[in-house]
Protein backbone atom coordinates (compact mmCIF):
# COMPACT_ATOMS: atom_id res chain seq x y z
CA UNK A 1 0.00 0.00 0.00
CA UNK A 2 1.47 3.25 -0.92
CA UNK A 3 2.02 5.05 2.32
CA UNK A 4 -0.34 7.97 0.95
CA UNK A 5 -3.52 6.02 1.25
CA UNK A 6 -2.38 5.37 5.15
CA UNK A 7 -2.52 8.65 6.74
CA UNK A 8 -5.57 9.85 8.28
CA UNK A 9 -8.32 11.87 6.95
CA UNK A 10 -8.19 15.84 7.12
CA UNK A 11 -10.31 17.75 5.04
CA UNK A 12 -9.21 20.87 2.95
CA UNK A 13 -9.39 24.44 3.88
CA UNK A 14 -8.23 27.45 2.36
CA UNK A 15 -5.06 27.25 4.98
CA UNK A 16 -3.80 23.81 4.05
CA UNK A 17 -4.14 23.77 0.27
CA UNK A 18 -2.43 25.00 -2.82
CA UNK A 19 -3.27 25.00 -6.19
CA UNK A 20 -1.08 23.60 -9.37
CA UNK A 21 -1.98 24.20 -12.74
CA UNK A 22 -0.34 22.30 -15.27
CA UNK A 23 -0.23 23.21 -18.99
CA UNK A 24 -3.77 24.97 -19.26
CA UNK A 25 -2.68 26.00 -23.22
CA UNK A 26 -4.84 26.76 -26.18
CA UNK A 27 -2.82 24.63 -28.29
CA UNK A 28 -2.82 21.53 -25.88
CA UNK A 29 -6.84 21.46 -25.26
CA UNK A 30 -7.80 21.92 -29.00
CA UNK A 31 -6.22 18.11 -29.30
CA UNK A 32 -7.78 16.79 -26.52
CA UNK A 33 -10.88 14.66 -26.79
CA UNK A 34 -11.68 13.45 -23.37
CA UNK A 35 -13.79 16.54 -21.95
CA UNK A 36 -16.16 18.67 -24.27
CA UNK A 37 -13.16 21.24 -24.38
CA UNK A 38 -15.66 24.41 -23.53
CA UNK A 39 -16.90 23.00 -20.61
CA UNK A 40 -13.15 22.22 -19.52
CA UNK A 41 -12.13 25.85 -20.35
CA UNK A 42 -15.18 26.89 -18.24
CA UNK A 43 -14.11 24.30 -15.16
CA UNK A 44 -10.53 25.54 -15.28
CA UNK A 45 -11.54 29.00 -14.82
CA UNK A 46 -14.25 28.15 -11.74
CA UNK A 47 -11.40 26.48 -9.76
CA UNK A 48 -8.73 29.52 -10.94
CA UNK A 49 -12.06 31.95 -9.37
CA UNK A 50 -12.06 29.41 -6.36
CA UNK A 51 -8.42 29.77 -5.55
CA UNK A 52 -8.80 33.62 -5.64
CA UNK A 53 -11.29 33.82 -3.74
CA UNK A 54 -9.99 31.92 -1.27
CA UNK A 55 -6.32 32.75 -1.62
CA UNK A 56 -5.33 29.65 -2.26
CA UNK A 57 -1.02 29.85 -3.11
CA UNK A 58 -1.38 28.87 -6.79
CA UNK A 59 1.59 27.68 -9.36
CA UNK A 60 1.23 27.67 -13.24
CA UNK A 61 3.19 25.78 -15.81
CA UNK A 62 3.34 25.61 -19.42
CA UNK A 63 5.47 23.61 -21.92
CA UNK A 64 6.78 23.47 -25.22
CA UNK A 65 6.96 27.48 -25.00
CA UNK A 66 9.37 29.63 -26.63
CA UNK A 67 8.48 32.32 -23.63
CA UNK A 68 6.60 31.68 -20.41
CA UNK A 69 3.41 31.11 -21.50
CA UNK A 70 3.45 31.07 -25.18
CA UNK A 71 4.97 29.27 -27.99
CA UNK A 72 4.51 26.13 -29.84
CA UNK A 73 1.41 24.88 -27.78
CA UNK A 74 -0.07 27.71 -27.73
CA UNK A 75 -0.91 30.53 -24.72
CA UNK A 76 -2.22 29.79 -22.09
CA UNK A 77 -6.11 30.64 -21.25
CA UNK A 78 -6.36 34.40 -21.44
CA UNK A 79 -8.59 34.86 -18.92
CA UNK A 80 -6.48 32.92 -16.15
CA UNK A 81 -3.77 35.87 -15.89
CA UNK A 82 -6.79 38.23 -15.60
CA UNK A 83 -7.87 36.18 -12.16
CA UNK A 84 -4.50 35.04 -11.28
CA UNK A 85 -2.28 38.00 -12.03
CA UNK A 86 0.08 36.95 -8.87
CA UNK A 87 0.80 33.21 -9.97
CA UNK A 88 3.82 32.65 -11.00
CA UNK A 89 4.19 31.03 -14.24
CA UNK A 90 7.20 28.61 -14.97
CA UNK A 91 7.96 26.99 -18.32
CA UNK A 92 9.29 23.64 -17.89
CA UNK A 93 11.01 21.45 -19.94
CA UNK A 94 10.62 17.95 -18.42
CA UNK A 95 7.52 16.45 -19.07
CA UNK A 96 7.15 15.40 -15.42
CA UNK A 97 6.80 19.29 -14.22
CA UNK A 98 8.12 17.83 -10.59
CA UNK A 99 12.04 17.42 -12.74
CA UNK A 100 11.77 20.96 -12.77
CA UNK A 101 13.70 22.53 -9.99
CA UNK A 102 12.03 25.84 -10.20
CA UNK A 103 8.34 23.91 -10.06
CA UNK A 104 9.43 22.12 -6.88
CA UNK A 105 10.57 25.21 -5.57
CA UNK A 106 7.70 27.39 -5.89
CA UNK A 107 5.38 24.44 -4.36
CA UNK A 108 7.78 24.30 -1.40
CA UNK A 109 7.20 27.97 -1.19
CA UNK A 110 3.67 27.55 -0.14
CA UNK A 111 4.39 26.16 3.14
CA UNK A 112 0.74 24.12 2.32
CA UNK A 113 1.21 20.23 1.98
CA UNK A 114 -1.93 19.41 0.36
CA UNK A 115 -2.15 20.24 -3.22
CA UNK A 116 -4.90 20.76 -5.82
CA UNK A 117 -3.64 19.60 -9.27
CA UNK A 118 -5.12 19.41 -12.93
CA UNK A 119 -4.07 19.99 -15.97
CA UNK A 120 -3.27 18.70 -19.91
CA UNK A 121 -2.59 16.19 -20.87
CA UNK A 122 -4.04 13.84 -17.85
CA UNK A 123 -1.88 10.72 -18.93
CA UNK A 124 1.43 11.74 -18.80
CA UNK A 125 2.65 15.77 -18.15
CA UNK A 126 -0.79 15.13 -14.75
CA UNK A 127 0.13 12.13 -14.18
CA UNK A 128 3.96 12.36 -13.66
CA UNK A 129 3.74 15.49 -11.91
CA UNK A 130 1.14 14.17 -9.77
CA UNK A 131 2.91 10.80 -8.64
CA UNK A 132 6.06 12.22 -8.04
CA UNK A 133 4.27 15.23 -5.88
CA UNK A 134 2.18 11.94 -3.74
CA UNK A 135 5.78 10.28 -3.77
CA UNK A 136 7.34 13.47 -2.46
CA UNK A 137 4.90 13.19 0.67
CA UNK A 138 2.16 15.71 -0.58
CA UNK A 139 -1.48 14.83 -0.52
CA UNK A 140 -2.41 15.26 -3.86
CA UNK A 141 -6.12 15.81 -5.03
CA UNK A 142 -6.27 15.11 -8.64
CA UNK A 143 -9.11 17.61 -10.29
CA UNK A 144 -10.39 15.47 -13.01
CA UNK A 145 -12.87 18.35 -14.74
CA UNK A 146 -9.87 21.09 -15.03
CA UNK A 147 -7.89 17.97 -16.95
CA UNK A 148 -8.11 16.11 -20.54
CA UNK A 149 -5.94 13.94 -22.84
CA UNK A 150 -6.39 12.95 -26.28
CA UNK A 151 -8.44 9.33 -25.54
CA UNK A 152 -10.93 8.60 -22.79
CA UNK A 153 -9.54 5.31 -22.24
CA UNK A 154 -6.10 6.36 -21.44
CA UNK A 155 -7.72 9.38 -19.52
CA UNK A 156 -9.25 6.29 -17.16
CA UNK A 157 -6.42 4.66 -17.18
CA UNK A 158 -4.11 7.69 -15.96
CA UNK A 159 -7.21 8.01 -13.04
CA UNK A 160 -6.24 4.26 -11.77
CA UNK A 161 -2.52 4.62 -11.75
CA UNK A 162 -2.73 7.69 -9.65
CA UNK A 163 -5.48 6.32 -7.23
CA UNK A 164 -3.23 3.41 -7.14
CA UNK A 165 -0.50 5.92 -5.82
CA UNK A 166 -2.23 7.62 -3.34
CA UNK A 167 -4.04 10.30 -5.61
CA UNK A 168 -7.23 12.10 -4.92
CA UNK A 169 -9.47 11.83 -6.94
CA UNK A 170 -11.95 14.71 -7.13
CA UNK A 171 -13.75 17.70 -9.26
CA UNK A 172 -13.50 21.33 -9.04
CA UNK A 173 -17.13 22.31 -7.62
CA UNK A 174 -16.36 19.74 -5.02
CA UNK A 175 -13.24 21.73 -3.73
CA UNK A 176 -15.23 24.17 -1.46
CA UNK A 177 -17.55 21.74 0.04
CA UNK A 178 -21.53 22.90 -0.62
CA UNK A 179 -22.88 21.95 3.14
CA UNK A 180 -21.39 21.94 6.49
CA UNK A 181 -19.35 19.08 7.44
CA UNK A 182 -18.58 16.86 9.83
CA UNK A 183 -15.66 16.59 12.29
CA UNK A 184 -13.60 13.04 12.53
CA UNK A 185 -16.14 12.04 15.00
CA UNK A 186 -19.04 11.86 12.65
CA UNK A 187 -20.73 14.98 14.49
CA UNK A 188 -22.15 17.08 12.32
CA UNK A 189 -21.57 20.75 13.44
CA UNK A 190 -23.74 22.96 15.21
CA UNK A 191 -25.56 25.47 13.10
CA UNK A 192 -24.88 29.16 12.75
CA UNK A 193 -27.21 31.25 12.00
CA UNK A 194 -25.29 34.66 12.80
CA UNK A 195 -24.79 37.45 10.06
CA UNK A 196 -20.91 36.19 10.33
CA UNK A 197 -21.67 33.08 9.31
CA UNK A 198 -20.60 34.14 5.37
CA UNK A 199 -17.03 33.83 6.59
CA UNK A 200 -17.34 30.93 8.80
CA UNK A 201 -14.36 30.30 10.93
CA UNK A 202 -13.44 27.40 13.52
CA UNK A 203 -12.11 28.00 16.70
CA UNK A 204 -9.58 25.85 17.76
CA UNK A 205 -7.83 25.91 21.91
CA UNK A 206 -7.66 29.67 21.18
CA UNK A 207 -6.52 30.00 17.63
CA UNK A 208 -9.33 31.06 14.52
CA UNK A 209 -8.96 28.71 11.60
CA UNK A 210 -10.49 29.64 7.87
CA UNK A 211 -12.61 27.36 6.79
CA UNK A 212 -14.67 26.76 3.80
CA UNK A 213 -17.96 28.88 3.10
CA UNK A 214 -21.60 27.28 4.32
CA UNK A 215 -24.13 26.38 1.02
CA UNK A 216 -25.76 29.85 2.63
CA UNK A 217 -22.52 31.86 2.28
CA UNK A 218 -20.87 30.35 -1.32
CA UNK A 219 -21.29 31.97 -4.46
CA UNK A 220 -23.35 29.24 -6.50
CA UNK A 221 -21.43 27.53 -9.25
CA UNK A 222 -23.02 29.50 -11.87
CA UNK A 223 -21.91 32.53 -10.29
CA UNK A 224 -18.66 31.37 -9.80
CA UNK A 225 -18.69 30.66 -14.10
Known amino acids: MHPALERPYEPLTPDN????????????????????LELLRRNTLGLAKV?????????????GSRTPGRGFNGPLFPELADILPDAPVI?????????EPKVVAAVKATGRR??????????????????????????????????????????????????????ILTNWVSVPPRSKGTGRSGRRRPRNTSASSASTTRRSRGSVRR?????????????VC
Open 17 to 36: CALVLIDHQMGLMLTTQSIN
Open 51 to 63: AKLFKLPTVVTSG
Open 91 to 99: ERTSLNAWL
Open 114 to 167: KLLMGGISTDICLTYATVSAADAGYEVYFVADVSSTWDPRAEQTAWMRMAQRGV
Open 211 to 223: SWPTAASCTNRAE
